[in-house]
């Protein structure tokens, strides 16, 4: 399966086997959404379990928190990350805060599943990737899968979990694996051993990271595309890099972080978006608090730059493996 596929088959478990979970949004419904993950749903489990919603992302996830506090289990889809905002205050005021209100009387399992990140052409209104808006707010988790093994399996784990969680999908890799150099054919997630998924029920933990390459020289800790750019990168820079795909932001595998840095010592983070306040800041405050008398080198960012996603010069924005490969050498130089 690709990444597409992966997300349908979880949602099509999961309405399967729960008459509390449905799914809804604007497109996807009967259209399937906009890069069909509901394909087939709406015709298979019938138009209340999977419908459109008007294009109105607050009223989406303010009545998902009310179908969640009395015991529906809604996964939303919010067309693109960046028309989320509108959502931001039922989000931040609302479903992060009803358990602590309630005094743990009331829960709400919702999802909202969004597709985020560049890589597309999609100009500035079409690439952002707003995931630390989110991971700063107590009461939300935050996820993010590179690949489709860990998309179905993470997602399930999302449904059936009982607080709300942001499901941010990178829609670069949604049909293949994409290593940053984009003048290259676009490789299909065909034969990869990720790309074999079971067709049944099965989850991956919410708050354990992948290691993706084990490697001695330095760690890098990545998520999303980024993570397949990492690889890449330390192939162009000839590093025996660990790149860590931490899979969910909250809650954070910090223990698995920890243990590879003491190991080499060095440390890159690498991520789309802008750098100013990105969760990169968070990780790299993490890793000096837990390893400092373990670095041998400063810690280093790789991410987008501090201003809007810019269609014209998409490349200089998004980080490549050459950018990130270049902050390896200096890690390594350190």
């Not at 996820?143 to 860990?150: E, G, L, T």
């Not at 980024?226 to 660990?242: I, R």
């Not at 490349?315 to 270049?326: A, H, I, L, N, T």
């Amino acid at each position: 399966m690709n990444m597409i596929q992966a997300l349908n088959s979880a949602l099509d478990v999961k309405l399967s086997d729960d008459p509390n979970v449905l799914t809804f949004g604007e497109d996807a419904g009967y259209f399937g959404g906009v890069f069909r993950v509901n394909e087939g749903l709406q015709k298979k489990h019938g138009l209340t379990r999977c419908f459109d919603a008007p294009i109105a992302e607050g009223g989406i996830v303010a009545a998902a928190i009310g179908m969640g506090v009395y015991g529906v289990r809604p996964v939303v889809e919010i067309q693109f990350a960046d028309y989320i905002y509108p959502a931001y205050d039922q989000l931040v005021s609302e479903a992060a805060k009803i358990r602590y209100r309630s005094g743990g009387e009331f829960t709400v399992p919702i999802t909202v599943r969004s597709p985020y990140g560049g890589g597309i052409f999609g100009g500035q209104t079409h690439s952002q990737s707003p995931e630390s808006l989110f991971t700063h707010i107590a009461g939300l988790k935050t996820v993010i899968p590179s690949n489709p093994y860990d998309a179905k399996g993470l997602l399930i784990s999302c449904i059936e979990d009982n607080d709300p969680v942001l499901f941010f999908e990178p829609k670069r890799i949604y049909n293949g694996p994409f290593d940053g150099w984009h003048e290259n054919p676009v490789q299909p997630w065909t034969g990869h051993p990720l790309a074999e998924v079971p067709e049944g029920h099965y989850t991956v933990p919410l708050g354990k990271a992948r290691v993706m390459k084990e490697g001695a020289d330095v760690t890098v800790l990545a998520y999303g595309t980024m993570v397949w750019v990492s690889l890449a990168a330390a192939e162009w820079a000839g590093v025996d890099a660990e790149v860590i795909d931490l899979r969910t932001l909250v809650p954070l595998d910090i223990d698995t972080i920890v243990e590879s840095v003491k190991k080499t010592g060095r440390c890159v983070i690498a991520h789309e978006a802008p750098r100013t306040s990105g969760f990169g800041a968070e990780l790299s405050a993490l890793v000096q608090e837990h390893c400092f008398h373990h670095l041998e080198a400063p810690i280093e960012r790789v991410t987008g730059w501090d201003t809007p996603y810019p269609h014209a010069f998409e490349w200089d924005y998004f980080p490549g493996p050459k950018r990130v490969g270049e902050a390896l050498k200096r890690a390594m130089e350190g």
